[in-house]
Each structure stands twice: as C-alpha cells, then as structure tokens.
C-alpha cells in the first residue's frame, strides 16, 4: 500500500491548487464544515513531500509557493480501496503432533510443544491486600496459547480479500519576510493487524489504529538549498522519487505494493529502498544542494533506526523481534541502559548486533533535457556503523544447533552499500532501471559477518498517455536472507509486476494490477523454519506467490 509518487521533481504539474475561479466566488459558512464548493486540483497532493519541501527552490506545482510573509497551510488525504485475489504456497498446510511426523510430510509444521518460558513470576501481596505479605505465584502462559497455536490438522486461506485504507497529510510552506523559506509535514497512515477466530468485525475495527509515518521540519533558499530534519525521506527516496523503481500506480507496483500482503510474504523485500519505509522511517538530517546546470548532491545523517522520543522508561514499545528472536536482551525498557534503548550501541541480545548506528549516506543526481528526451539519473554511497553484540557464542544462543559450518557468531558488518537508478523519458515512454549491493541484508538489514553480499537489479518500462498509464517491472536479488545459514546457502528472490491506471476524474484513479514472485534459499524449509540439517529442512526450499487486483482511489 503506498502514496501516489510525484512523477519527478523535474516534472511537477504547473496546475495551482484551486486557481482563479475561487476569487469570484463567495464563500459562506466555515471552510471546514463543507458548506461551500470549491473546484479540486487536478492533480490533489495526497502526499507528504511536494513541490515546497523537496528541493531547493520552490517549484510551480499543485501547493501555492509562499511569498515573503505569508504562509500556506495544506490539508491532504487519501482513501484507497481494492479486490485483490492471491495464491501462494503458504496458503495451506498441515499441523501435526510431532517433529517426526513434520520431517515426514513436506507441507507441514510441528505443533508447539507449550513451552512454559521463563521461571514463573512471584509477588508479595502489599499492604492493604487480601493476606498481605505473603507470596503469590504467576504461572507463565504456553507459548503455543500465547501464540494461538494450540490444535493440530489443515489450514488453509482463501483468495479473495478487499483491501482499505485512509491516510492524513497535513503541512505548511511559508517564506519570512527576509525570503526564508521554512516549513513542517507529517503523514498520518492506518495500522492493520491478523484476525482472531470468535471476534467481530467490530473488535476487529478497534484494532485499526493511527500511527505516524513521516513527521519532519526544513528550511530552505534557492541559492544554498534546503535542510530536513525529522522522520523522513533519506538521498535515494528524494533522488529516485519511484521513477527508476518504477512505482507508477498507486499501489507501488514491487514497492510494498498491495498484492505483496500475500500470506506467508512471497515476494522478495524491496531492497532498492526508494520510497521504502526502511529508508525514510528513522530520524535524520538530509540537506541538499541547488540544482547547477542540471546536477544536485546531498548529504544525510542519522544517528539510528529509531526516534529519540522512545527514551524513555514510560515507552514500552511491543518489541516483537527481541521478544520472539533472543529473549528480551537485557530489557524492554530504557529506564537504564537496556536493549529496549533507541540508541543502543552495545547488548547480549541475539540480536543488538544487526543494528544499525551513525548513517550516513552523500550522493549525487541529475535532471535534464536533450531535445525531447527527459534524463534522470543518480548515485548514492550509503554506510553506518553496528552495534556490538556483547552475549554469549554458543551454538544454542545463536540457533546455530542444526547448522554444522554456519559462520554466523552473532554480529554483523557495517552497512555499506551503493545504489543508483536511471530513466529516459520520450514519447510518453518511460525506460530505465536500478541497482543496489554492498553490504546489506533485506531493507537496509546488516550482512551478518561471514554472510553473503547483496546485489539487485531492476528494470521497467512505462508508457503514459494523457490520463492512461501503463507498465511493467521486474526485479532480481540475491542476499544472505537466514543469518544462520551464514556460509552455507543465500537467499535469491525474483518478482514481476503488470499494472496500469486509468485517471477518471480530478482526484480519482482507477487501476489494475498483477504480481508474480518467488524466493529460494537451500537448506531452509519456508514453512517449518527449519534449517541446516534439522528435520525438513530439505524440503520447502522455495516459495512463490502471484496475484491480481482492481481498485480506485480518491485523493482530496
């Protein structure tokens, strides 16, 4: 699920936002309260960045560009809907008793054995309660109750779904009066979770959560550039903008694209990170330079994956991996140094070691025009530190138990990768491609040492003619995806996308869609989780997932 991507900043619209019909126009009652009709942009920004805040100079475009002492104050969302049918080969297995059974019978998992974790907690009863000072035992949960795992037989999803979802942008671009241009945005985005067997669709709703995205500040001048600040996009979503990714409807296409929500997640990670949650999530600094005879660089720092407001021991975030991955580390909280720390640079936790510290990234991009052809290309270095994994090596901690010859040991290198896209427009064709490697492992991920390299390329095609878009896209990588299979077996995912659009009306977009992928890696049984020599590890080496959708989206 995505945003609709600006084509490029080069091309931005020169529609304004409401135009001169308003000025005749009388308005009655509270703007808010819908109480007068106002003509739509042709092309409304249902999206955080535009042609204020993501360059140097402020661009004609679908937002009012500020003058010296005023301000412009935009109200944004979007509501996109679509029936998607999928098919995978995770949709149906078998659960069975025993390990032994799962080893015999390709399609299948083990039920779990009900584990009961840790020792069970024991409080005092406090003053006040009912025989204070004495002790109470708290019995641990099974783990297989506290997964809803608990039964054994047939599983098996069906294809059809409709998918929805709403999103907020809000912002505002203003210039002081000495011509300083300075502004904020932020996106608001929906959360969605699995379903629980029994419960309503009420109950369901309830889990339906805000959440933000993106939330960032700037200040900018045409003639020394602009600065961001905050959760937001890094150099390769502001330099590739989806162009050479070729995220061209409003799904995404490979990008997290709607028909990627397929059970068991098939289709490879994306990877080229352009306009990927991954890249654009953590805080950071990004500043970017005018544009001189076509070209512009920048550079960008963050100091992590996270938001120094979660330093705190009220923030108590559900922190799935270290919960389910290693134990809890040293902590969820950050009352003192713990795991649960966003700026953790050191811990035992299986997996402190894969985080990324100290970002940092400089490239370079190029928009131009020869004759009737549109060139954009860019290049981007990008590297981080890691933080040290401090615990123990055994192979029981590390899950290396079935894996003889795994050189995985608990760390990780530092992120150190290279990517960079091209695209040539003419005609209403759009040609080019991307590609990514280095030292990385899935979106952004660290290489665990003694693990294979990343590298991924991606080529596409376009053709838009007036309100008519339509295209293809495909993309292949090869990572160390398990990090226990370290030394011993890689991770290749591949995936092809149809997909075309159909602009009805101003604000509204109708589109379809199909998606094909799949991903390999020896020794690692997709559905059991099995690997190395363990039981059915041999089998179920390879998943694979296609699917088709229509849909529309209203963007106001």
Request: aromatic share 8%; hydrophobic share 40%; net charge neutral.
């Amino acid at each position: 699920m995505r945003k609709f991507l600006l084509a490029s900043v080069a091309t931005l619209g020169t529609g304004g936002l409401i135009g001169t019909a308003l000025a005749q126009t009388p308005v009655v009652g509270v703007p808010t309260q819908g109480q007068t009709a106002y003509p739509p942009a042709a092309s409304p920004t249902a999206y955080v960045n535009n042609n204020n805040n993501y360059q140097a100079p402020a661009l004609p475009g679908a937002l009012a560009n500020p003058t010296p002492g005023t301000m412009v104050v935009h109200i944004n969302g979007k509501v996109q809907v679509d029936f998607q049918a999928t098919w995978g080969s995770l949709d149906q297995h078998v659960v069975t008793a025993t390990s032994a059974q799962a080893g015999r019978i390709g399609n299948a998992t083990t039920a779990p054995a009900g584990s009961p974790g840790a020792t069970p907690l024991s409080v005092t009863v406090p003053a006040g309660g009912f025989a204070p000072g004495s002790t109470v035992t708290i019995p641990n949960t099974p783990l297989g109750t506290a997964l809803g795992q608990n039964g054994v037989g047939s599983v098996k999803v069906m294809p059809q779904a409709i998918d929805s979802f709403a999103r907020i942008y809000m912002g505002a671009d203003a210039m002081a009066t000495n011509g300083l241009r300075y502004g904020a945005a932020f996106e608001i985005r929906q959360n969605f979770i699995g379903q629980i067997s029994g419960q309503t669709a009420s109950g369901y709703s309830s889990f339906e959560t805000l959440f933000v995205r993106r939330a960032f500040t700037y200040v900018a001048g045409e003639q020394w550039g602009i600065v961001r600040v905050g959760q937001a996009d890094g150099l390769i979503s502001i330099f590739d903008n989806g162009v050479t990714t070729f995220q061209f409807t409003p799904t995404g296409n490979l990008n997290g694209g709607d028909l990627t929500n397929i059970v068991g997640g098939p289709i490879p990670a994306f990877v080229w990170l352009g306009q990927a949650g991954a890249e654009y999530d953590n805080a950071k600094v990004v500043y970017l330079s005018p544009q001189i005879a076509g070209f512009d660089f920048g550079i960008q720092y963050a100091p992590n994956t996270s938001n120094g407001n979660g330093i705190s021991s009220n923030n108590l975030a559900p922190l799935v991996n270290s919960l389910q991955g290693s134990g809890t580390g040293t902590g969820n909280s950050c009352a003192i140094a713990n795991t649960g720390c966003p700026t953790l640079s050191s811990g035992p936790g299986i997996q402190d070691g894969s985080r990324s510290i100290n970002q940092a990234a400089i490239g370079a991009r190029y928009q131009g025009q020869f004759g009737a052809m549109g060139l954009l290309a860019y290049v981007v270095a990008e590297g981080s530190q890691h933080a040290n994994y401090t615990g123990p090596t055994t192979a029981a901690v590390l899950g290396n138990t079935t894996v003889p010859g795994s050189k995985f040991n608990g760390s990780y290198n530092d992120l150190a990768i290279g990517s960079g896209g091209v695209a040539a427009t003419f005609a209403g064709f759009t040609v080019g491609g991307n590609v990514v490697g280095g030292q990385m492992n899935g979106q952004l991920g660290l290489q665990p040492k003694g693990g294979a390299p990343l590298l991924g390329f991606l080529v596409g095609v376009k053709y838009v003619a007036g309100p008519i878009t339509v295209g293809i896209v495909a993309e292949e990588s090869w990572q160390q995806g398990n990090v226990n299979l370290s030394g011993i077996s890689q991770l290749r995912g591949r995936a092809i996308d149809f997909a075309g659009s159909y602009t009805v009306a101003p604000g509204m977009t109708v589109f379809a869609e199909y998606l094909w992928g799949d991903q390999y890696q020896g020794a690692r049984n997709f559905i059991s989780g099995a690997v190395g020599t363990a039981a059915g590890a041999n089998l179920n080496n390879s998943v694979k997932g296609q699917g088709f959708l229509v849909g529309n989206v209203v963007n106001f």
